[in-house]
């Protein structure tokens, strides 16, 4: 299984998880690379669970243009929420 694939079969994955909210992919594209991050609703409940608990969500992935646009158009086909960003910084 390529890269692509794996990424998309992922997200599929975190979309139907019942232990943590999915919201979608937010895109971060800088010149010619991207990072790809996993974005769970954050609220926690600290009356059923412990208040010391960290979340860990998925790690990054890193991404050529040539893979945004392959992920990009499945996670349309999915109906699937994701946002890009290019902020400029100094």
């Given amino acids: 299984m390529d890269k692509v694939e794996r990424i998309i079969k992922t997200v599929e994955n975190e979309k139907g998880r019942t232990d943590k909210q999915f919201k979608g992919i937010e895109f971060n594209i800088r010149r010619n690379e991207v990072v790809m991050i996993y974005n769970y609703d954050e609220v926690v409940n ?5 208040p010391h608990y960290i979340r860990h969500n998925k790690d990054p992935e890193w991404l050529s243009l040539d893979e945004l646009a392959v992920i990009q158009k499945a996670l349309k086909e999915k109906d699937i929420h994701f946002i890009e960003r290019r902020d400029e910084f100094m």
């Fill in 46 to 50: 600290n009356v059923q669970q412990d």
